[in-house]
């Protein structure tokens, strides 16, 4: 999901220090989180009968985007009640093998009180990515269940968040992907903290365990001062570099802010974004963040400098002007891509904000699009990618359609495009 300047969590360090650097695609969004990547020759037009390399029927629904590690592509999915890890070959898509991670039921509808999480119509528990480090696999679902796997399929350690911390508390179904730092896997959870109908709130919090036992490591309270649906948030942490030290960036609850994914110690914050429930995660490039306060409100670019709460001054532009209630932000090259739900994309100078251009794209959109090669890549809800080229002029480079609904973003290895629909994952390549 190549970059000017490419900010680099140890992690990254450690892939791109392997010879296969090049075609892994370890979690949500990359290698670094954000939706960039470095390889070139990715296909420019497909459809059904065109440019599909392959196609894998899904034995259930999900919203999470696979991940990719050498010939192994991971996916999760929900099928009725239970709950799926998948491992396919990269090769051709067969299914190496499948395992049942553990069971939940989704509950829909608008009527269900507050403290009793409901799942909006377009996902399900299938909705956090999955995360590998090449040697292990953590797979998250929305009931609770974070368990680990090695590539031959055994389950090392599982945990559920919800039996160890409180039954989740979050509006529209907990959606959070984990993220890899070292020897830790790190969790985040950003709830409805119910201090309006109850003496004792309901924390949000971050929580860290070892990658390969399980084990607690450490579990930090996440207290923004939020209320009642305005705490719920629904984005996956990014690590960035800063100063020679990584740190863990988190948005959600009307506040940015970051910890030192060692320890769980807060660095510095960002408050008074106010917004409402947060679904778009934080973007980082060039020493700025990038991110959306909930709701379609503002777009904020972010300079964080120095400790604590930061001043009203780290906020060095925004806009409220169509901004996405779902897609992530993704920058090439100096320039901010962005796409609402409803269609409208559009491109800023990503240190000014000032605006190069805004067009109306087919259908609406759900997943964070993918810049690579001098493209964005905006990915349809109802199966239609517009390929853009990634510069201040629009070009519209391609119209494509897949017969599938599309909400997980896309994923990048050796040259392919990774297309998680909700009856299939497509694996799209130049023939």
């Known amino acids: 999901m190549p970059r000017p300047s490419l900010l680099l969590s140890p992690l990254v360090l450690c892939l791109l220090a392997s010879p296969a650097a090049a075609g892994n695609w370890p979690q949500w969004r990359g290698p670094n989180g954000d939706g960039v990547s ?10 059904e009968d065109k440019n599909v390399l392959w196609k894998c029927p899904l034995p259930g629904d999900g919203a999470s985007t696979p991940a990719v590690w050498g010939d192994a592509v991971f996916v999760t999915c929900q099928k009725g009640e239970v709950l799926l890890l998948l491992k396919l070959r990269k090769a051709d898509g067969s299914v190496e093998w499948q395992r049942t991670v553990g069971s939940g039921t989704v509950r829909r509808g608008t009527t269900k009180p507050r403290g009793e999480q409901k799942f909006h119509n377009l996902h399900n528990l299938a909705s956090p990515s999955p995360v590998t480090d090449g ?19 055994k389950q090392l350690w599982k945990r559920n968040l919800q ?46 365990h070892d990658k390969r036992t399980g084990e607690l490591r450490w579990k930090t309270p996440r207290d923004t001062g939020a209320k009642a649906e305005e705490c719920d948030a629904y984005t996956t942490p990014i690590l960035r570099q800063a100063d020679g030290k990584t740190e863990l960036v988190v ?7 970051a910890y030192d994914p060692a320890t769980g110690k807060r660095l510095w914050y960002v408050p ?16 700025m963040i990038y991110a959306t306060c909930g709701m379609r409100r503002d777009l904020v670019a972010v300079r964080p400098q120095g400790t604590g709460e930061l001043p009203a001054s780290a ?3 925004k806009t409220r002007d169509s901004t996405p209630d779902t897609p992530c932000p993704v920058v090439w090259q100096g320039l901010l891509f962005v796409v609402s739900d409803d269609g409208i994309a559009q491109c800023f100078d990503a240190k000014t904000g000032e605006a190069k251009w805004k067009e109306r794209l087919p259908g609406g959109c759900k997943a964070s699009p993918l810049a690579a090669d001098g493209r964005v890549y905006f990915v349809g809800l109802a199966g239609r990618f517009t390929v853009v080229s990634a510069s201040a002029a629009f070009e ?6 897949l017969d599938d609904e599309f909400i997980a973003s896309p994923a990048v290895s050796d040259g392919k495009l990774f297309l998680r629909g909700r009856k299939a994952l497509y694996c799209v390549g130049e023939r």
């Open 38 to 47: 470095a390889e070139k020759g990715l296909p420019l037009h497909w459809a």
């Open 135 to 153: 040697q292990l696999v953590v797979a998250h679902f929305g009931n609770g269940d974070l368990a680990a796997y090695d590539f031959e399929g």
């Open 163 to 208: 039996k160890d911390f409180g039954d989740y508390t979050i509006w529209w179904g907990h959606a959070n992907s984990p993220v890899l730092y070292g020897d830790l896997v790190i969790s985040v959870c950003m709830q409805d903290s119910l201090a309006d109908l109850q003496e004792k709130a309901v924390d949000s919090y971050l929580v860290a």
């Open 251 to 257: 948005m959600g609850g009307s506040r940015l802010d």
């Open 272 to 287: 008074g974004l106010k917004g409402n429930r947060t679904i778009t995660g934080p973007t980082a490039a060039d020493g």
């Open 315 to 317: 906020v060095v532009w």
């Open 396 to 401: 519209r480079l391609a119209d494509n359609r």
